[in-house]
């Protein structure tokens, strides 16, 4: 070994010259001998000479006293075991050193075998189990055959230990490193995150790379950097190949192709996640990455994979879901969003303006929708050319655009005066003229969804108006109450006289082609034989608080009418309920439900609550509180309108869900430029949180066979057939399963 001949006194320089010329402890054994005795270092040395045990190679430090010995132990923490002279400079020096690794120096890992010259000198017993000494031989028992049979029996039990402390750290770090991770949703935080734990979990500093194969809408593949630390952090979000090193370029791009982890010399590149949704993370690691730390980095990723997939389809989903694919400008989510999100800094006065062209549909119908679509892109064009830089734009609907900036910039005059010119549209130029809606958000109340409706509120302000093409919002525009009240006082009444009718609308399994339940719908029918819709009705009721009332009823009626279904042969079939906030914050909500479930003596099971995003985000503590105890009771939930509120990933994980129902917005834009992948995400992600998915709004053959290939369960919809009452449902069922009727199991 390295030690070459006489021992010197006791210095720093020697200690440091020791520890300098150390290999790494992965296939070395580090022993220290300590003994005042030089002739005790030789014959050691001479008995280990070029020795493998265990199959590693042994490497010697020399100490001659208690003294010099801490000082290498402080410098050398995975030393293995430690051949100790009992009698040094004092009768217990030996014994002295064996109390400072143990207390001071906290070493417990290290092997200890002591040797005397004196055999008078045994240390008690008592001390030979407190100090975890693992031999004690006379220095005459130290025969070569002896010492290497001792040395054999402590590397082993050293190695166990190590093995077991180490495992231990490593799923405390794994736990604590995951569950941060888990409640990341940008990516680029969990990329970080992702690199910094696993420079961590192998005592690395922070630095490295995350990258994925990327499908830009409609383009080709591009791999990108997910997220980037240490040296790399201006990588961050950018292309691959903007990363110098092309080895490393290289390495990134095998790891991604070949789907598998890369231990190479000194870097390891980790393949993450599975395919559409898989990353590789990059880390320099300047030398091998031992078995040990591999089975720790493996579990690791294992753990946060699936919180990766999710993360990455959520990615997508919200930059395809909060953006127009016509235009690429924001949508109306995300003008919600950022309507939601706006303040006021000192001095500025920040306006929401909604734009309606005027008679686009003429000009779509008359010209045809190329020549639509044309003009919107230009419209879209100019008013980022004119507003762009310190406004927000968005395009709200079919021929609606939204602005957000300050009311120096944004004012009816400059945006009028931006439709002085024509557009170009196809090879026409078409002059056209907008009427403006805009409000001070100051004025406009806190929520992003209700300063839109103020917005809107001035916007069909100014289109009735016959002399101006703009108007801003004034709070005394809101006073249709007089209306509203009329409505809630109609609605009262009718419930009490028991006018309002629960529908059933069917649903179906996509595979069986089977009913498989209904979702019941609320009808209001008046005397003229039409019906006020729900969604005039429904916000009215929420309003007022009327909707606690009108659901118990709604309960009710369902739960008598699945026992009668039941008594008259009729399937089981299960019904989904829709459910408003104020019904969770009534005290009586569940125990009212018990109620019905008793009356009617129907299975909980065949009740489904539907609850919206935006219900569970309002109050999200007493809805989760809820609907666990619904989940006792063994009802199952279901979330409504899926797509379309702005769940977060952290909450729905939690959340006791059954189904998912993709919201009907989704299911119609399938043709869409991007709405495919917005579909698919939403399906993807419903599985990934282990949910049925059932897709709403079903009106085509088409999206039926789009929504069944990508996995979805079930579907709803006109294609099948509307709500209706609970008569014609039961001869709905009937037919179908009447093969002599002549009806086919499915359109
Ligand atoms: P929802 O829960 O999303 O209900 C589905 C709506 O989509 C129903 O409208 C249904 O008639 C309609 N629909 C189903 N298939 C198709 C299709 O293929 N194409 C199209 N265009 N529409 C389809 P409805 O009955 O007008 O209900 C509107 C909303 O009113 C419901 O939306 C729900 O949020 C609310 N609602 C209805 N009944 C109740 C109730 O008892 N309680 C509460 N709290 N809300 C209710
Ligand atoms: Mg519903
Ligand atoms: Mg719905």
């Keep these: 070994m390295e030690y070459s001949g006489q021992i010197s006194a006791n210095t720093q320089s020697n200690v440091n010259k020791q520890i300098s010329r150390a290999g790494h402890p992965q296939d070395t054994w580090y022993v220290l001998i300590v003994d005042d005795d030089i002739e005790v270092h030789d014959v050691t040395r001479l008995s280990l000479h070029n020795i493998r045990l265990l199959g590693r190679r042994v490497k010697l430090f020399h100490a001659m006293s208690g003294a010099e010995a801490k000082g290498i132990l402080q410098q050398e923490p995975g030393m293995a075991v430690v051949l100790l002279d009992v009698v040094m400079e004092q009768p217990d020096a030996g014994l002295r050193l064996v109390q400072t690794i143990r207390d001071e120096l906290r070493m417990q890992e290290v092997r200890i075998i002591l040797r005397t010259g004196q055999p008078g000198y045994a240390p008690e017993e008592k001390v030979i189990h407190d100090y975890d000494i693992n031999d004690y031989k006379t220095k005459q028992d130290l025969t070569h055959t002896h010492l290497i049979t001792s040395m054999v029996a402590c590397l082993r039990s050293y190695q166990q230990i190590k093995t077991i402390n180490q495992n231990r750290a490593g799923l405390q770090k794994i736990i604590a490193a995951s569950s941060n991770l888990l409640e990341i949703q940008s990516i680029q935080a969990f990329s970080d995150g992702v690199i910094t734990q696993i420079a961590s979990l192998l005592g690395l500093s ?16 591009a791999t990108r950097i997910l997220g980037a630390a240490g040296q790399y952090a201006d990588l961050n979000q950018q292309s691959l190949d903007l990363l110098e090193d092309s080895h490393r370029r290289t390495v990134i791009r095998r790891c991604l192709d070949e789907q598998q982890h890369l231990y190479l010399a000194d870097e390891t590149v980790l393949y993450i996640g599975k395919e559409p949704h898989a990353a590789a993370i990059y880390l320099h690691t300047s030398r091998p990455i031992e078995e040990s730390d591999r089975e720790l980095i493996e579990l690791f990723l294992k753990n946060i994979s699936i919180a990766y997939q999710n993360v990455s389809l959520f990615q997508k989903l919200s930059a395809t879901a909060f953006a127009d694919p016509l235009t690429r400008l924001a949508n109306r989510n995300e003008f919600i969003r950022l309507l939601h999100e706006t303040r006021f800094p000192d001095g500025a ?40 830089q310190d406004t927000a734009i968005a395009r709200i609907d079919a021929d609606v655009f939204g602005l957000i900036g300050d009311e120096t910039i944004l004012n009816p005059l400059s945006i009028l005066a931006s439709f002085d010119t024509p557009f170009e549209s196809g090879d026409q130029q078409l002059l056209i003229s907008a009427t403006l809606g805009i409000g001070q958000l100051e004025l406009m109340g806190e929520a992003g969804l209700t300063r839109l409706k103020r917005a809107y509120i001035a916007l069909n302000a100014a289109k009735r108006s016959l002399l101006s093409n703009y108007a801003y919002y004034v709070p005394k525009m809101e006073e249709d109450t007089e209306q509203r009240l009329l409505i809630s006082r109609a609605l009262r009444d009718a419930l009490a006289r028991r006018q309002l009718q629960v529908w059933y609308q069917p649903q179906f399994d996509l595979s069986s082609r089977e009913v498989t339940g209904v979702e019941a719908l609320l009808r209001w029918p008046q005397n003229d034989g039409d019906f006020i819709p729900p969604s005039v009705f429904i916000p009215i009721a929420e309003h007022s608080g009327l909707i606690v009332d009108i659901g118990f009823w709604v309960i009710d009626q369902v739960c008598s009418d699945l026992a009668e279904l039941s008594s008259e042969g009729f399937p089981n079939l299960r019904s989904a309920i829709n459910i408003s906030m104020q019904q969770f914050r009534s005290p009586s909500f569940i125990s009212g439900i018990m109620q019905s479930l008793s009356n009617s003596k129907i299975d909980a099971a065949r009740i489904e609550l539907e609850i919206t995003e935006s219900v569970l985000m309002d109050e999200p503590e007493v809805v989760i509180k809820a609907l666990r105890q619904l989940k006792q009771l063994g009802i199952t939930i279901s979330i409504d309108d899926f797509g379309t509120g702005f769940s977060s990933l952290s909450y729905l994980r939690h959340l006791p869900l059954d189904r998912m129902k993709v919201d009907r917005s989704f299911v119609r834009d399938i043709n869409q430029p991007g709405g495919h992948v917005i579909i698919e995400s939403i399906l993807s992600l419903g599985h990934q949180l282990g949910l049925r998915t059932i897709a709403e709004g079903i009106e ?4 039926e066979t789009f929504v069944r290939k990508h996995g979805c369960h079930e579907g709803q919809g006109y294609l099948y057939a509307q709500a209706m009452p609970l008569e014609a449902l039961k001869r709905f069922i009937e037919q179908r399963r009447t093969p002599l009727s002549g009806a086919a199991p499915l359109p």
């Design 349 to 388: 006065n920040p306006v929401v303006v909604l734009l309606d062209l005027k008679h686009f549909s003429e000009i779509n119908d008359g010209l045809g929708q190329d020549v639509g679509d044309d003009l919107l892109r230009a419209v879209a064009r100019r008013l980022q050319l004119t507003f762009g």
């Design 700 to 703: 085509t053959a088409e999206q």
């Design 206 to 221: 922070a630095e490295g790379l995350m990258c994925a194969v990327l499908q830009d809408q409609g383009n080709d593949a």
